[in-house]
């Protein structure tokens, strides 16, 4: 166990639904990383949190938003699916530059 | 600019083989530099780590030396074995930045 929960494991939704997937950072840690990873295995960094602000934004599409809330928890809520949206969901969290990120175990989403 | 190239994979070596995988980075400073393993169906674990230049990372018999001259931090591992086989991904601590990944692929 990381110390980084994410829920649900798996989720199966049709076209044009919305979903929510959930993390849980590592006690201490204030900040809070999303990433999608595709089947060619690349890791696309989405959007950054840090003790509920966003700092960073990578390539999230306008139908994917994120918050962080004052338990420091974080909601990535996924609109209007697509079946290319169809990926593995990664959360990391992380105490700063020099100790790494401390990855979940992912959601694994599939659009059909 | 700022970025960490990793050399392609899919890699299958031979069990008992070396192993080297090659990350470059660039970067205006002296970022720390990380290296993570997937295994299927699992998240990314934090394999090593090097926090300054000429450090050397090392875990479960993997080690990579931070290398400035050469903006470099190669993983290597002298004697691989089948429980080794996942997806290795180099990464800077200062910017979100993740190699692309390299698959390896050990046979018995």
């Known amino acids: 166990d990381s110390g980084v929960t994410q829920t649900p494991k798996h989720l199966i939704t049709a076209t044009g639904q919305r979903v929510t997937l959930r993390c849980s950072p590592r006690?201490?840690?204030?900040?809070v990383y999303w990433y999608q990873q595709s089947l060619d295995q690349g890791l696309q960094f989405l959007i950054h949190y840090y003790n509920g602000e966003e700092r960073a934004k990578g390539n999230i599409l306008e139908r994917f938003s994120a918050q962080q809330f004052p338990d420091l928890h974080s909601e990535l809520n996924l609109s209007s699916l697509e079946l290319g949206d169809s990926a593995l969901y990664f959360c990391?969290?992380?105490?700063?530059?020099?100790?790494?990120?401390?990855f979940g175990s992912g959601t694994r989403l599939t659009v059909v | 600019g700022n970025s960490v190239t990793q050399m392609e994979g899919p890699v299958t070596l031979s069990e008992e083989a070396f192993l080297t995988i090659n990350c470059t980075y660039t970067a205006t400073g002296y970022p720390s530099l990380f290296w993570y393993v997937q295994y299927p169906g699992e998240g990314l674990q934090l394999l090593l780590k090097a926090t300054k230049a000429d450090d050397k990372g090392s875990n479960k018999g993997f080690e990579a030396t931070y290398r400035k001259e050469t903006t470099s931090f190669h993983l290597e591992k002298g004697s691989v074995q089948v429980s080794d086989s996942a997806v290795y991904f180099c990464?800077?601590?200062?910017?979100?930045?993740f190699g692309k990944g390299t698959r390896l692929h050990i046979l018995p």
């Open positions: 990391a969290s992380s105490a700063g530059g020099l100790y790494g990120y401390t």
């Open positions: 006690s201490g840690d204030l900040s």
């Open positions: 990464a800077r601590g200062d910017k979100i930045i």
